[in-house]
């Protein structure tokens, strides 16, 4: 069964849910897993293969979007809620709603800040997946 992980940014915390997606990325790639980061929206998604780009001045983040990248090349894509590829491992869910496909990947890592509106999604979330059994870890970021 998937395991859904909460990583909720505290008030006064580092950056947003965009910019704790890009350090779980990078933390579950030097762990040797793949990746894919769902967003809502093409601008979403531009935005957050963006900041992939320019998130740590010493390091690179092999990334890629979904159907334009190589996949062998690539061990973290970023995709819209609506297609997953052949991806299954690590889902870094940005999106305000859980994709269909949540349950095919081994884990889900749900990104929370304290903005009102996903703050409230999020809570709808969590909800969802307690109430259908998956096991459920939250973590508090600062």
């Given amino acids: 069964m998937t395991q859904v992980d909460f990583y909720?940014?505290?008030?006064?915390?580092?950056?947003?849910?965009?910019?704790?997606?890009?350090?779980?990325?990078?933390?579950?790639?030097?762990?040797?897993?793949?990746?894919?980061?769902a967003?809502?929206?093409e601008e979403d998604l531009r935005h957050m293969n963006r900041l992939l780009w320019v998130h740590r001045d010493q390091s690179f983040l092999p990334h890629g979007i979904l159907g334009k990248a190589d996949?062998?090349?690539?061990?973290?894509?970023?995709?819209?809620?609506?297609?997953?590829?052949d991806e299954h491992d690590v889902l870094i869910n940005l999106c305000m709603a859980i994709p269909?496909?949540?349950?095919?990947?081994?884990?889900?890592?749900?990104c929370v800040d304290q903005d009102k509106l996903p703050l409230e999604a999020s809570r709808k979330r969590y909800?969802?997946?307690?109430?259908?059994?998956?096991?459920?870890?939250?973590?508090?970021?600062?």
């Fill in 8 to 37: 909720i940014l505290q008030p006064g915390g580092r950056g947003n849910r965009y910019t704790l997606a890009a350090r779980l990325a990078e933390k579950a790639w030097s762990s040797g897993h793949r990746i894919l980061v």
């Fill in 100 to 110: 269909e496909y949540f349950s095919r990947f081994e884990r889900v890592a749900e």
């Fill in 71 to 85: 996949p062998a090349l690539n061990p973290v894509l970023l995709g819209t809620p609506d297609n997953a590829g």
């Fill in 39 to 41: 967003t809502d929206s």
């Fill in 127 to 142: 909800r969802f997946y307690q109430e259908c059994g998956y096991p459920l870890s939250i973590h508090k970021i600062n």
